[in-house]
């Protein structure tokens, strides 16, 4: 009988040892779980800045070329304003002679499509 309990109670060891391995395996494997998963994290994290900056530093020269093209915009309006200023004051007195004696200087004609009806 002292056998008997003898190996009943070496099995209940043994089933406790494989128990304990198990719930030992089960802590490792989440324990890896939780490793990689925050390693994906930072992953991504990294990730995620690096997109960011490279975002950042095409919109600050996107934004830098229409700058740029506003300022050259506004350049060329002044520059066209100034021309056209320049081209008013010095044809502004003929052009006003030409249409004061096209208005005033009336010259009476028959029309040629008129007929005289005697």
Known sequence: MDGQFQGIHQLLQAEKRAKDKLEEAKKRKVRRIKQAKDEAMLEIDQYRMQTD??????????????????????????EKVKQLRANYSRYMESVLSQVLSTVCDVKPEIHMNYRATN
């Open 53 to 78: 900056k490279e975002f950042r530093v095409k919109q600050s020269q996107v934004m830098d070329s229409q700058s740029n093209l506003s300022e050259e915009m506004d350049e060329q309006t002044v």
